[in-house]
């Protein structure tokens, strides 16, 4: 499974740091939607499911999480810890986020708005998915 990350870029001074990123510049879609997952219950798992289209971009802006993926071959885990890179999900893999350390705040951009449609929360269903996709 390939993996893509996106490094912004960040303006570090005695005063702090800033981290910036620019539309279809650093993250390779048109952003219609931003949310973000915080106040995370210690040792809860979140996600579950797999989207058809949505593309989106994963940062964890504070603390860290660990996002295993899976694309019905292969399951690969991420941890994002770093306020300056960014996880890019694109095509249909399946995603449980876990780990959050109490300070997590995970922000993500999205592709599309919300569409309950472009889920797929039964695993079996994406497996199904994938391989009717892929023939
Ligand atoms: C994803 C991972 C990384 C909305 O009404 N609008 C929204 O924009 C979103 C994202 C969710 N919701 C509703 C749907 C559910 O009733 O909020 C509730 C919680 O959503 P969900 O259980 O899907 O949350 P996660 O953390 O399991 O998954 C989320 C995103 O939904 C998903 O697209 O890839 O984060």
Same mark, same amino acid.
């Given at each position: 499974?390939?993996? =893509?990350?996106?490094? %912004? $870029?960040? =303006?570090?001074? !005695?005063?702090?740091? +800033?981290? %910036? @990123? &620019?539309?279809?510049?650093?993250?390779?879609?048109?952003?219609? =939607?931003?949310?973000?997952? #915080?106040?995370?219950?210690? *040792?809860?798992?979140?996600?579950?499911?797999?989207?058809?289209?949505?593309? $989106?971009?994963? +940062?964890?802006?504070?603390?860290?999480?660990?996002?295993?993926? /899976? /694309? *019905?071959?292969?399951?690969?885990?991420?941890? @994002?810890?770093?306020?300056? $890179?960014?996880? @890019?999900?694109?095509?249909?893999?399946?995603? &449980?986020? #876990?780990?959050?350390?109490? /300070?997590?705040? +995970?922000?993500? #951009?999205?592709?599309?708005?919300? !569409?309950?449609? /472009?889920?797929? =929360?039964?695993?079996? !269903? %994406? +497996?199904?998915?994938?391989? &009717?996709?892929?023939?």
């Amino acid at each position: 499974m390939d993996i =893509r990350t996106i490094n %912004f $870029q960040k =303006r570090q001074n !005695d005063t702090g740091c +800033l981290a %910036f @990123l &620019e539309a279809q510049r650093d993250i390779p879609f048109e952003i219609k =939607r931003v949310y973000y997952i #915080f106040n995370v219950a210690p *040792g809860a798992r979140r996600g579950f499911h797999a989207h058809k289209k949505l593309k $989106q971009v994963l +940062l964890c802006i504070n603390g860290s999480c660990k996002i295993l993926l /899976d /694309d *019905g071959k292969e399951k690969k885990t991420v941890e @994002l810890n770093d306020p300056t $890179q960014g996880l @890019l999900l694109e095509g249909t893999v399946w995603r &449980e986020m #876990f780990d959050f350390s109490a /300070d997590a705040v +995970l922000l993500v #951009f999205a592709s599309d708005y919300y !569409d309950e449609n /472009d889920y797929i =929360r039964n695993y079996n !269903d %994406f +497996l199904k998915y994938i391989r &009717e996709d892929n023939k």
